[in-house]
């Protein structure tokens, strides 16, 4: 039941969400978090509406990084010394933030990465190579990210594995039959994103990794667009490995996380080596650590982990739930204004789908737009958004993709109209 | 020169729009002596070039013939249509001549009246030093002529 009166009560509660999405937050108050938010591009308020690219950063998670290189500089894991053991307890606090935001049944098996494409790659260079032999397939779909196409192709070169590809409707739906009937015998990982980042398509995780574990095939979500617009758990989802991005969630650029089931990460060989990563090493033998530090060679980004540990603090503050709601309304409202201007196209148009209005226009070139916007102080991103078959798939060459966050408003919306109408003036 | 935030269609002038609209010399030549593409793979522009060489015995041949083909935004597109135009009717090294002077042009070299002369209707693509991220998009077909006059030679 929702009562008007819950807006005041603990932040992250499902029940404290009004019915009406846009007061689900006061999108006013959020933006004081974020400094960089005030101020003019080219003589007008800027609008951010590139937040699939990459998000900005709230001062908690600025302060928490600079707190870290103001006061407990040290490398983690290594010294008796006092500032060592704060380096790390903050670095595990992190870790142990990664845990609890995705549901992780268990802290070690939260891998600290670059981000996303290094997640994807741990998975294919590391469990791809031990395990996969010639004429095994990986499932992937259409619109992945080029970041869980390449290195399967790498893989296909190497070893001789069958990329097999999902296909998708022209709302950017995947086709769940033909799901179903690629998966068989050969099969060795389906390997999907959650959120398409160019059409903003939510794929139906939890179904296909029932279909996959049928057959006792795992599954690796690519998680880059999802986990920082609604509450993502991952056994909830059935995902066997699952990665994510700092940088898209409010966190740095640097740092990432891969999950993996302990079982799975445990028999699998490290992806790099080093320091950190060994339990032992003599010139005839080396031991490798445990989970997760077998992993993680070499000095980690300390400053990229707690920051992404404040970034989820900063998040949870606010309630994932929350946020969900609120960009769902915002999302309402911009198909909405974007669908009446005419020689509009937006591309992707899924039922269930994040905050990602891709669109394009008959008469100006994505560049052209992107540059009329930029104008305006409007920040969009113009191009195939590292999804050229995506693109491919609606035969164009390049998309304007707004993408939107919590802090953006309806007012950022009407910004964004008032420009595709200059854009029209220009190009008719 | 109006500033970007007083005017944010400047870089869309008359003779900028022209050549978007109505390109030049697209139409592809049969037997080309030269055929050069190139690509941008971050925003999928394409920029192909076909040049022909004719002339009578005894003097530096001609570019007679000239197809200019970009697909892209509305720069690379007048950029292609412009390049095709001055480029039509010189020499191997003439063509190589005005290149350069269209990427001092582009990289802001004060440039002496006779050049600008030179350059003709290009003068127009200056604007789009006020929009750094857009001069790839206006010297991708240059390369591709570059490149095709150095296999001319």
């Not at chain 1, 992780?104 to 098996?109: G, T």
């Not at chain 1, 709302?171 to 995947?174: M, P, Q, R």
């Not at chain 2, 005017?7 to 002038?13: M, T, W």
């Given at each position: 039941m929702t009562t008007a009166t819950n807006m005041t009560g603990a932040p992250g509660h499902a029940a404290a969400i009004p019915s009406d999405g846009l007061a689900a937050l006061d999108p006013h108050r959020i933006r004081q978090?974020?400094?960089?938010?005030?101020q003019q591009v080219n003589g007008k308020p800027l609008v951010y509406l590139d937040n699939a690219a990459t998000t900005q950063k709230p001062r908690a998670v600025i302060d928490a990084i600079s707190n870290y290189y103001l006061n407990n500089n040290a490398n983690v894991h290594?010294?008796?010394h006092t500032l060592s053991q704060r380096a790390t307890d903050d670095y595990e606090v992190g870790r142990e933030a990664v845990r609890r935001f995705i549901n992780?049944?268990?802290?070690?098996?939260v891998i600290y990465v670059r981000g996303t494409t290094e997640g994807l790659n741990l998975v294919a260079h590391s469990y791809g190579r031990k395990y996969f032999k010639a004429g095994d397939e990986v499932i992937i779909t259409g619109m992945e990210h080029h970041s869980n196409i390449v290195p399967w192709q790498i893989l296909r070169q190497e070893i001789g594995i069958r990329l097999r590809v999902v296909p998708f409707n022209d709302?950017?739906?995947?086709l769940m039959d033909e799901y179903e009937s690629l998966?068989?015998?050969?099969?060795r990982l389906v390997s999907v994103v959650h959120?398409?980042?160019?059409?903003g398509t939510v794929n139906p995780i939890a179904a296909m990794a029932e279909l996959a574990h049928a057959r006792g095939i795992p599954v690796l979500v690519d998680a880059a667009q999802s986990v920082p617009h609604m509450p993502v758990d991952v056994q909830a989802l059935g995902a066997d490995f699952l990665t994510f991005s700092g940088h898209k969630l409010y966190g740095p650029t640097g740092i990432g996380a891969l999950w993996g089931r302990s079982d799975l990460l445990n028999d699998m060989p490290p992806y790099q080596s080093g320091?950190?990563?060994?339990?032992s090493v003599t010139f005839e033998e080396t031991i490798y650590n445990t989970l997760p530090h077998k992993?993680?060679?070499?000095?980690?980004?300390i400053a990229g982990a707690i920051g992404l540990g404040a970034a989820i603090e900063y998040l949870e503050s606010i309630g994932m739930e929350r946020i969900a709601a609120y960009e769902q309304a915002l999302l309402r409202y911009g198909t909405e204004k974007l669908g009446d201007i005419e020689g509009v196209r937006l591309i992707g148009t899924a039922e269930d789908k994040g905050g990602i209005l891709s669109f394009h226009m008959e008469s100006a070139h994505p560049h052209d737009i992107g540059t009329i916007l930029d104008a305006e102080g409007i920040a969009v991103r113009t191009g195939h958004h590292c999804a050229q078959p995506v693109m491919a798939r609606y035969g164009v060459p390049a998309t304007v993709r707004a993408s939107l966050a919590f802090y953006n408003t309806t007012d950022d919306i009407d910004a964004l109209v008032t420009a595709i109408d200059r854009v029209i003036e220009v190009f008719g | 020169m109006a500033s970007l935030s007083e005017?944010?269609?400047?870089?869309?002038?008359d003779v900028i729009m022209e050549h978007y609209r109505s390109p030049r010399h697209r139409a592809r030549l049969e037997r080309p002596d030269a055929e050069t593409e190139e690509f941008n793979p971050f925003c999928g522009d394409r920029a192909n070039l076909q040049l022909k060489l004719d002339g009578p015995a005894g003097s530096p041949p001609l570019i007679v013939g000239v197809s200019a083909f970009a697909e892209g935004c509305s720069i690379i597109q007048a950029s292609a249509s412009l390049l095709a135009d001055g480029v039509h009717g010189r020499t191997v090294d003439e063509a190589a001549d005005l290149s350069q002077l269209f990427r001092d042009l582009m990289q802001g070299k004060p440039l002496p009246p006779v050049a600008l002369a030179e350059l003709g209707e290009l003068?127009?693509?200056?604007?789009?030093?006020?929009y750094p991220v857009r001069i790839k998009c206006a010297l991708l077909p240059w390369v591709a002529l570059e490149e095709g006059l150095r296999r001319l030679r």
């Open positions: 978090d974020f400094p960089i938010l005030d290594r010294g008796v992780a049944p268990d802290v070690n098996e709302d950017g739906e995947l998966l068989n015998d050969r099969t959120q398409s980042n160019a059409l320091g950190e990563m060994i339990r992993f993680e060679a070499g000095t980690p980004d | 005017n944010p269609e400047a870089l869309y002038g003068e127009a693509l200056e604007v789009v030093r006020q």
